[in-house]
Every structure is written in structure tokens, then in C-alpha cells.
């Protein structure tokens, strides 16, 4: 059975810092891996989708990359800014999408 | 206590054809959202409800598609006259509240429409 595991399971930051968030699955058996940004009241918002045969993928300030034969996943946020205090999620799909139980993340102005 | 369900797992239907989705929340859960997955896309939000009530369905296509979370009984994606294009998994999740900050929203196994 997949299992999905984010570190830490919190974070606080200053303004500006480059941060890394952490993803690692059981079963590397996966269709593609997905970082997800959740905001209350709201539903998740894909951030970046990794295909199983890719290794990394970008947008903006955001770089997510994926070594399937260990199992992990991260992803690097750069010049952090107060807006992206939210709570990360990563999710695995391989028939069933499992997700992790994510990371809040603080960034103080 | 049993997590999200959605059902069927798996449906078919022809093109023109009605699909039902059905999301049954998690005991206490009051707030449900819908999600779509299409091929090689990522997840993207359709919908989210309140019972009996539609907070936000800026996701959601403005034809053919519609959703209910009804006093009882779980909540339902109806997709009317299907197409090729609506082929996709799509995803329910439940929280207990409004999703802020301490709530997390709790995934369904998805159920994978495959329009023939």
C-alpha cells in the first residue's frame, strides 16, 4: 500500500528565504507526482504535475523534482513571500492518488 | 471511521449518455469539494458545497455539468450528455469545517469516467 510522508510537517520562515519542502512515497510504481497549495476556505490549486519520466518540472519561483527509484520528491520555493503561507500537499496517482499529510507553511514579513 | 468514498470506482458511458458521481463524505464532514484530473493534466478544483448549499463553482464548466450535497445522502457530480473530452478521474474531498487553517481535506479513492 502507497504510503505518502511530508517533512516537516511545519515550517516558519523570514521573507526572502529559499525554502525546500519535502515529499517521499513507499511504492515508486507511480503514474506521475503532484505539489498542491491549500488555502482556507478553498479548494487545492496544482502548483506543478511531474510525469513518471521526468525529473523535474517549473514554474515561476517554484521547482519541484521527482527521483523515483528512492522515493522522493521536493519542492524549492524561492524568495519566499508572505503570500505563500499556505499548507503544501504532495499526491502520488497511480490508480489511486494518495496524499501527503502536507506542510504548513508560515513566511513572516 | 471510514474515510471518503466515492462510487463507482470505474464508469463507463457512450457519448450523449448521463454519469452519476457519488461522494460520500467522512462521519461529521458538513463541506465537500470536487475535483477533476484529465490525462497528463494536474488535479484542477470544479466545485464546493455546503449542504445544500454551492459556495463556489468556479471550476466547474458552465454546461452539462452540475452539483448537489443534499441534506441526506452524499454529494453528486452529474455530468449530462457526455462527451470524449470529459474522460477523466475525478476526485471528491471532505473537511469538517471550511478547509482553514488546522482542517485538512480528506481525498476519495476518485472515480475514473471513460467516455466510449
Known amino acids: 500500500k502507497q504510503e505518502v510522508t511530508q517533512i516537516p510537517a511545519a515550517l516558519s520562515v523570514p521573507e526572502g528565504e529559499n525554502l525546500v519542502l519535502n515529499c517521499s512515497f513507499t511504492?515508486?510504481?507511480?503514474?506521475?507526482l503532484q505539489w498542491f497549495r491549500q488555502d482556507p476556505g478553498k479548494g487545492l490549486t496544482s502548483l506543478l504535475l511531474?510525469?513518471?519520466?521526468?525529473r523535474e518540472q517549473t514554474s515561476g519561483r517554484l521547482n519541484a523534482s521527482l527521483d523515483k527509484s528512492s522515493g522522493r520528491s521536493t519542492l524549492y520555493i524561492a524568495a519566499s513571500q508572505p503570500g505563500d503561507s499556505a499548507t503544501y500537499l504532495c499526491?502520488?496517482?497511480?490508480?489511486?492518488?494518495?496524499f501527503g499529510a502536507g506542510t504548513r507553511l508560515t513566511v513572516k514579513p | 471511521n471510514a474515510g471518503v468514498m466515492q462510487n463507482p470506482r470505474h464508469l463507463v458511458r457512450r457519448r450523449g449518455q448521463e454519469a452519476r458521481l457519488r461522494c460520500s463524505p467522512m462521519k461529521g464532514h458538513s463541506h465537500v469539494y470536487w475535483y477533476r484530473q484529465l490525462p497528463e493534466e494536474g488535479l484542477k478544483f470544479m466545485v464546493y458545497?455546503?449542504?445544500?448549499?454551492?459556495?463556489?463553482e468556479s471550476g466547474m464548466p458552465k454546461e452539462r455539468f452540475s452539483a448537489e450535497f443534499p441534506k441526506e445522502g452524499p454529494s453528486i457530480l452529474r455530468i449530462q450528455q457526455v462527451v470524449r473530452g470529459d474522460s477523466a478521474a475525478y476526485f471528491c474531498a471532505s473537511s469538517p469545517t471550511s478547509g482553514g487553517a488546522g482542517d485538512t481535506q480528506y481525498f476519495g479513492p476518485g472515480t475514473r469516467l471513460t467516455v466510449l
Open positions: 499526491a502520488v496517482d497511480h490508480n489511486d492518488m494518495r
Open positions: 458545497l455546503q449542504k445544500e448549499n454551492i459556495i463556489d
Open positions: 511504492d515508486s510504481a507511480i503514474y506521475n
Open positions: 511531474i510525469q513518471s519520466s521526468q
